[in-house]
């Protein structure tokens, strides 16, 4: 077998063992994701090794969806970290083992706090699983890597098992992307779900003209503009729009009497139109559905404000 056999036979390997995952989404899932739900505190991930670092992407993932969550090394309850856990919480305990002996030390001082224990492993017979108000089963048939030792297939069953947990809550506390937005206010996915059309369009300087506007006058007008668009105004409200694509049709069309039609013969009476707080990705929803490249911003009285193309949205 080559390197690159043995690359595309561990993606194989990792795959199988996902879809494998699908018969244990059980009543205990279903019982996970209602405590998780009705958590009044936090939700205290814990785990040793590999699962302790795919428990710290759980905890992370779980509390930018709307879940306070964070991650601890059960070896740091020992030293005073426990004083960050109150009866309110649940503990997500990971192990693939379910025997790991840091984490079953741990497990006596969450009980006797009352806090409830999840346990994500791959042995529902283990000690953790016996301690746990549920267990969620996270057992694959062997590891990715030749010699079936390195936590492999493993460490990614228990992520996807957290990410399916993280999904359920999403969809149960109707969870929005204006919400997810709040939690990412520095990213760039952030930046996109918070940005409204207020913030990038442009204001001045307008391509307006009259539905009366001869379109040989309109032709400047729209190359003046530089946004490939005409917006055609009476008494300030607007009432249609022309495109370059507009114009370039009419010449076609009409030939050597294009110059005797007005705005008013080629204009698309009903633009698309948002409001000034309208988002971005609301905007470029518009803009894909009905495959155009500017929407305009208007106000309460549909008097133009300004103008985004798609340009502007590349933020």
């Known amino acids: 077998m080559t390197i690159r056999e043995y690359g595309i036979k561990c993606i194989h390997d990792e795959a199988e063992a996902l879809l494998g995952l699908i018969p244990h989404i059980d009543e205990q899932f279903d019982r996970a994701v209602e405590l998780m739900y009705r958590c009044h505190g936090k939700i205290i991930v814990t785990g040793v090794g590999k699962s302790g670092h795919v428990g710290a992407k759980i905890a992370a993932t779980l509390s930018s969806t709307g879940t306070p969550s964070f991650f601890i090394n059960p070896l740091d309850v020992f030293h005073g970290d426990l004083g960050v856990m109150t009866r309110d919480d649940v503990v997500l305990a990971i192990s693939n083992s379910g025997q790991t002996d840091e984490l079953l030390r741990f497990i006596p001082m ?110 400047m007008i729209v190359s003046e503009g530089k946004l490939g668009l005409g917006v055609a105004e009476t008494d300030s409200h607007v009432v249609g729009l022309i495109t370059d694509g507009d114009i370039r049709r009419a010449i076609e069309h009409w030939q050597a009497d294009f110059f005797s039609h007005t705005v008013s013969d080629i204009m698309t009476r009903e633009p698309k139109v948002v409001g000034p707080q309208t988002k971005i990705t609301e905007i470029q929803r518009i803009m894909q559905t009905h495959k155009i490249h500017s929407v305009l911003v208007v106000d309460e009285e549909r008097r133009l404000v300004g103008v985004v193309d798609h340009y502007s949205c590349m933020i």
């Open 110 to 219: 969450v009980l006797q706090m009352q806090i409830p224990i999840i346990a994500m492993s791959g042995n529902s017979q283990s000690l953790l699983a016996k301690y746990a108000v549920c267990h969620l089963n996270v057992s694959v048939n062997h590891e990715a890597d030749p010699l079936n030792l390195a936590p492999t297939s493993s460490a990614t069953a228990q992520m996807v098992m957290g990410d399916a947990l993280a999904v359920a809550l999403i969809k149960k506390r109707n969870f929005q992307p204006q919400d997810f937005a709040q939690f990412h206010p520095g990213g760039e996915l952030g930046k996109r779900l918070l940005t409204t059309a207020a913030d990038v369009m442009r204001s001045t300087d307008l391509p307006v003209l009259s539905p009366q506007e001869h379109l040989g006058h309109a032709i």
